[in-house]
Every structure is written in structure tokens, then in C-alpha cells.
């Protein structure tokens, strides 16, 4: 009777932390989807010839304006790469649709505060320039020959099919575009899609929060974390930050709730900030670089994107720091006692009504038959 209680106690914290972020989700995926009903896909390649400053900041605001789903930025940055686009400037597109999206800085301004969303939004751009210098002063072009070569083989990774999806209405002015039936078709089928793609990241990090929470005592967070030797914690938090995170195995928007948890058990600002930024190299997102790029090219990617997120994540904390930014409790939201009558209970219905009326749409355009060959 106690395992199941211990169980049930796992479970119950997982469900209330689903219904705290029931509404951003909602709201984050429906914001997604608008803006990729008015930005073409097609176009992106196009966009992102080569790796100037220029090219680069073009690839980080286009990965903004894309679907968070960690498999899908992957497979749509290998399709730009595939159809001429720089090889660096596909990362940088990779890297922003992952950490510069409406979807996880709502999820984390509610579990976690403002401060770890500015935090994460302000070293996005710095993370993608150190990868872009990075890149520009040890990747070969030998070694970019080959992850071509490889890529053009055409290895089936994951979410294919959405990788390729463009439904993005053209040719009339933004507001005139975003109002259409056109548009509002193509919200609701974004809108799916991308539910159809992280709901077991957000479930499993949901379930893995709970249990972290639930059955993890707290001495072994300040162990892990060097909680008694501040200042080597604050070097230490950015290492491993990503590695729990690659061990993790959740990705795109479902590792914050992981992430409220190793906050409140000690990691630093900065550590938490590296976990976040790490869902791009997670086991089966290596695998998948395995298949499209080769071991190779696999090894350096992951092996940059690791310094980049550990050093980006340590700046922002020591600009923080002199700011006075970093919050000074560990409160972050994991759980209610109970659920009830309250703001958040009075979204979660509203912004349901929001998703049912999308929902109805995609079932009634062609939907079901779109979903079924995604991947």
C-alpha cells in the first residue's frame, strides 16, 4: 500500500503541474501556429545562403517564428540544408526554434518566473553566436562535404512529414493573411500537429517531474549541485546542467517542468538555464543527427552545441548576478494542494474552449488524413 501511495503522490504532483500549464500550452501552440500559417517554409532555404551576421540573425528569427517541437526543428533544419542553405545557418535556425518560442517562455514565466524567461530569451542569441563562431573557425569543409553527402541520402529521422508541411497563405497583406479562412484552417492544422508531436515529451517530463519530486530527497540535489560551495556551484551548474538533461531523454517543451524541480533542489541559475537549452542534444536527437549527418559531423554538432549552452548559460548568470536578477527563493511552481475555483482553473477552461473550436476545424479540413503522414 505505501508503493502505491508513493505512486499515487508521483502522479498527483505530475497532473497538477499539467494543469497549471494546461492554458500557456494552449495559448503558446495556438500563438505558434498563427505564425506559421504566415511564414512560408518554402522560403527558408532561400533566406539562409550562408553564415553572415546577416543570414544568421534572418535563420534565429525564422526559428522563432517556428513550431518548439525539438524533432521537427531538427528534421526541418536538415531539409534547409538539403535544399542549399548553409550548413551553419541551419543550426542557428535549429537552436532558436527550440529556446525562442512564445510556448516555452509562457510555460516558464508560470512555473518558474520571469526572471528564467528573459534569462532564456536574452541567451538564445548568444548561444546561436557562439555556435556560428564556433563553427566558422573549426568546421571544416571537408567535414560539411560529408554531412551533405550523408544527409542527402535522405535517412528517415523524425516528424518528417511536418518538417516538409507548408500550408502558409501568401500573396495579401499580414492582417489580410492572418484572418482568412485560409489562415485560420492552417492555425488549426499547426495548431494538432504540434500537439501531435510533444505530447509524450510533455507527458514524459510531466512523469519524470513528478517522480523526481516525489521520490528524490533533497540532500541528493544539494550533493549533486555543490549547494555548500557557492561559488564552485556556480561553475559546476552549467556542466551539468545538460548532462541530467541528456540523460533526461525529454525534449522540446516538456523538460521545464524538470526544470522547476532541479531548481527548487538547488541547481543554479545558470545550471537551469543550460538544462533548458540542452533538449537539442538529448539521446534520441544524437541518433537522429547519427542518421542525417553522420557520426562525424554528429560529434562536432553536439560536442559545440554542449560548450555553447554550458558558456552561454554561465554569461547570462553573471549578468544577471550584476543586475540583481536571479531570484533569491526556490519556489518554483510544481504543485498545488488541491485544484480549485481560481485564475487558473477559469484559463484552463477558456483556453480549452479555444482548443476544442481548433480542433473541430482540423477535423473538418482534411485534418485526420494530413496527421496520418506526418512522420
Not at 553527402?149 to 508541411?165: V, Y
Not at 510544481?334 to 473550436?357: D, H, K, M
Request: charged fraction near 15%.
Amino acid at each position: 500500500m505505501e508503493i502505491l501511495a508513493e505512486i499515487g503522490h508521483a502522479l498527483w504532483i505530475a497532473f497538477a503541474m499539467f494543469w497549471e500549464i494546461l492554458w500557456p500550452l494552449i495559448l503558446g501552440f495556438g500563438l505558434s501556429g498563427v505564425v506559421q500559417a504566415v511564414v512560408s517554409k518554402g522560403e527558408m532555404s532561400k533566406l539562409l545562403p550562408d553564415d553572415s551576421p546577416k543570414t544568421l540573425a534572418i535563420a534565429t528569427g525564422l526559428g522563432s517564428a517556428s513550431s518548439s517541437c525539438s524533432y521537427a526543428a531538427v528534421a526541418l533544419a536538415r531539409s534547409i540544408f538539403r535544399r542549399g542553405g548553409n550548413f551553419s545557418a541551419a543550426m542557428a535556425f535549429e537552436l532558436a526554434s527550440t529556446n525562442l518560442v512564445a510556448e516555452l517562455s509562457i510555460i516558464i514565466i508560470v512555473l518558474m518566473g520571469w526572471q528564467f524567461a528573459l534569462a532564456e530569451f536574452a541567451g538564445g542569441p548568444l548561444m546561436v553566436a557562439i555556435v556560428a563562431v564556433l563553427f566558422r573557425l573549426l568546421l571544416s569543409r571537408k567535414l560539411v562535404k560529408q554531412a551533405k553527402e550523408q544527409a542527402d541520402k535522405g535517412i528517415k529521422g523524425a516528424m518528417e512529414g511536418h518538417a516538409e508541411m507548408d500550408m502558409s497563405v501568401e500573396g495579401q497583406s499580414f492582417w489580410q493573411r492572418i484572418s482568412s479562412p485560409e489562415a485560420i484552417t492552417a492555425t488549426s492544422h499547426y495548431f494538432v500537429m504540434d500537439w501531435a508531436m510533444v505530447w509524450k515529451d510533455i507527458a514524459g517530463g510531466l512523469l519524470i517531474a513528478g517522480a523526481v519530486s516525489a521520490w528524490v530527497p533533497q540532500n541528493f540535489w544539494k550533493t549533486l549541485f555543490l549547494t555548500s560551495h557557492p561559488v564552485a556551484a556556480t561553475i559546476w551548474g552549467p556542466i551539468i546542467g545538460p548532462i541530467v538533461a541528456v540523460l533526461s531523454f525529454v525534449c522540446s517543451v516538456g523538460n521545464i517542468p524538470l526544470a522547476a524541480v532541479l531548481w527548487n533542489g538547488g541547481i543554479s541559475f545558470g545550471g537551469v538555464i543550460a538544462f533548458i537549452y540542452a533538449d537539442l542534444i538529448v539521446l534520441p536527437i544524437i541518433n537522429i543527427y547519427r542518421k542525417y549527418y553522420g557520426w562525424k559531423a554528429t560529434a562536432f554538432v553536439v560536442g559545440i552545441f554542449y560548450f555553447a549552452m554550458a558558456a552561454a548559460a554561465l554569461i547570462i548568470e553573471s549578468v544577471f548576478r550584476i543586475l540583481g536578477l536571479i531570484p533569491q527563493g526556490r519556489k518554483a511552481q510544481v504543485i498545488e494542494a488541491s485544484i480549485s475555483f481560481n485564475y487558473t482553473t477559469v484559463l484552463n477552461v477558456i483556453f480549452l474552449l479555444v482548443a476544442g473550436f481548433l480542433v473541430i476545424r482540423f477535423l473538418k479540413t482534411g485534418g485526420p488524413k494530413m496527421l496520418a503522414h506526418m512522420d
